[in-house]
Structures are given as structure tokens and as C-alpha cells.
């Protein structure tokens, strides 16, 4: 499956982001998906996922309540709502498919390509 990120960009601190991911290339409804993000200097961090009907989701603890992630299996796209956005929120944002339990514990097999988030103080 092809992962193609989308919806980064500059926010103020406090503002909202929304970002999407296009998924082509196979079956979207049989894959689980996830956000992962990358801090200059850090380690990729897992963010939230869901699973392939969307019927459950999970998220890091450092987003949750803040960070919504949502899927629309008929036009093979995920989501990632993004409220109360912080300075540490500034990353790049992957989308990943896989496994549900994969993607929570573990390294998704399918990575796009990114989408930069920066949020201002």
C-alpha cells in the first residue's frame, strides 16, 4: 500500500491542524493505521491509531484529548485532528498501515512520506 501525507504546515500555539493521509495500491479497509512523528534529535514516537473499521483507537498519552484520528474507508483516507497543538507538538508526521497491535507496540511495515508540523510559541 502507497502512503501519501498531506496538511502540515505553521500553527500558533493553542491553534489546530488537521492532516490526511491517501492511501492507494491496496485494500485500505483491511489495513489498521497509525500517526507517527519525529522530533528534531529524537526518536520516532507512535501518536494514535486505529483499527481497519474504525471502530477503536489509541493514542500516546502526551496527545490524548487533544489529538483525534479518523478514517473514511470510502475515499481510502486517514485523519488526524490536531487541537490545542504545543511547541513540543512540532515534528514530522508519518502516516503507517499494518497491523493494529503492529502499529501500537511494534514498527508498521508501510511508511509515507511525511508531512512537517511546526507550531509556534
Known amino acids: 500500500v502507497q502512503l501519501q501525507a498531506s496538511g502540515g504546515g505553521l500553527v500558533q500555539a493553542g491553534g489546530s491542524l488537521r492532516l490526511s493521509c491517501a492511501a492507494s495500491g491496496s485494500t485500505f479497509s483491511a489495513y489498521a493505521m497509525g500517526w507517527f512523528r519525529q522530533s528534531p534529535g529524537k526518536e520516532r514516537q507512535f501518536v494514535a491509531a486505529?483499527?481497519?473499521?474504525?471502530?477503536?483507537?489509541y493514542y500516546a498519552d502526551s496527545v490524548k484529548g487533544r489529538f483525534t484520528i479518523s478514517r473514511d474507508n470510502a475515499k481510502n483516507t486517514v485523519y488526524l485532528q490536531m487541537n490545542s497543538l504545543k511547541p513540543e507538538d512540532t515534528a514530522v508526521y508519518y502516516c503507517t498501515a499494518g497491523a493494529y497491535s503492529v502499529i501500537i507496540s511494534s514498527t508498521p511495515p508501510y511508511w509515507g512520506q511525511g508531512t512537517l508540523v511546526t507550531v509556534s510559541s
Open positions: 486505529i483499527t481497519p473499521s474504525g471502530g477503536r483507537t
